[in-house]
C-alpha cells in the first residue's frame, strides 16, 4: 500500500507540474524547480526554497529529486536504461516542437 500511495504521489505532482506550470510530463515540480534554479531563470529561484521550506523535514528535497529523475530511479529497473536510438529521436522531438528546456 505505501508503495501505490507513494507513486500516486509522485504521478500527481507530475500531473501538476505539467498542466500548472507547462513542464515536462515526467518531470516533478521539486525537480524542475532545482534544475529551473540551476539555470538562472526566476521560476527556479522562487520555487526552489519555497519546496524545500515546505519539506524542511527531507533535506535538500529539490537537489535530491533532480537527482533521482536524472538517474531515472522513479521508473521500473527495465526502463532506467535509455537506448542511445531513443536519445536521439527525443531529442530530435523536442527540437522540433521548439521546445528549449532538456
Not at 27 to 39: F, G, I, N, P, Y
Not at 64 to 88: F, M
Request: charged fraction near 25%; aromatic fraction near 10%; charge should be positive.
Amino acid at each position: 500500500m505505501k508503495f501505490r500511495l507513494y507513486q500516486a504521489l509522485i504521478a500527481f505532482d507530475q500531473l501538476l507540474n505539467a498542466v500548472l506550470f507547462g513542464g515536462w510530463a515526467d518531470e516533478t515540480m521539486s525537480s524542475a524547480a532545482w534544475r529551473l534554479e540551476q539555470e538562472g531563470r526566476i521560476g527556479g529561484r522562487i520555487a526552489r526554497p519555497v519546496i524545500d521550506k515546505l519539506l524542511w523535514f527531507d533535506r535538500d528535497h529539490c537537489r535530491v529529486s533532480y537527482e533521482s529523475e536524472r538517474d531515472r530511479a522513479q521508473l521500473p529497473p527495465g526502463l532506467r536504461e535509455v537506448p542511445a536510438s531513443n536519445q536521439i529521436h527525443f531529442h530530435s522531438f523536442s527540437r522540433a516542437k521548439g521546445r528549449t528546456h532538456d
